[in-house]
């Protein structure tokens, strides 16, 4: 669990997998009209006002940016909205939203083998297959996300609209590699280079 304040008025909390777990929610489930999920927040923020000495209370307006990151890490952002105390209105915005991988599509084997080396720094990547092409997707740091789709495309072709590609590659390709598929090719194929 790592807590980074913001401001007075904002914080947030990165879970693991394990963690989430642990508190027996996912991703999927959080959904503030759910008491578990109210249950989770409540505690979580209670963790924040503990650790990190700030003072974000559940009473008033609260929103709540909840972000799906790689290997199944959530990133919750609390924000306090109360500065107009003529509008005592209690209200909770939760707001949830995935990372989008970079997602490149390679004509045959031998092209994505040749990118790989290139993807030494990659927080996860997976693979997938359809009739002989290749889709790796990739989840970066935001900073970078840019050069290594700009390394990508010179051995395949970056999506343009990666949310949508990759919904697409996850119902209708076949997935060969579900975590750290670069590690998985860079250590069976490339370790003698």
């Not at 989430?20 to 927040?41: F, H, P, Q, W």
């Amino acid at each position: 669990m790592n807590i980074t304040v913001k401001n007075e008025h904002a914080a947030e909390i990165l879970l693991g997998k394990d963690e989430m777990d642990s508190m027996g929610i996912t991703y999927e489930e959080l959904d503030y009209a759910n008491a578990e999920t109210r249950r989770v927040l409540w505690s979580l923020l209670d963790e924040i006002r503990k650790k990190a000495a700030v003072d974000i209370s559940f009473s008033g307006k609260l929103l709540i940016e909840v972000m799906k990151e790689s290997k199944g890490s959530v990133r919750i952002c609390f924000t306090s909205l109360s500065g107009n105390e003529k509008d005592p209105k209690s209200v909770k915005q939760l707001i949830k939203s995935e990372d989008v991988p970079i997602l490149a599509e390679f004509t045959d084997f031998e092209m994505l083998l040749s990118a790989v080396p290139l993807l030494q720094n990659v927080s996860d990547s997976l693979l997938y297959v359809k009739n002989g092409r290749f889709r790796l997707a990739v989840y970066s740091e935001k900073r970078v996300k840019s050069m290594l789709e700009a390394l990508l495309c010179e051995f395949g072709e970056a999506s343009d609209d990666p949310f949508y590609e990759f919904a697409v590659c996850r119902e209708m390709w076949d997935c060969i590699i579900a975590s750290d598929a670069v590690k998985v090719l860079s250590s069976v194929f490339l370790r003698n280079q």
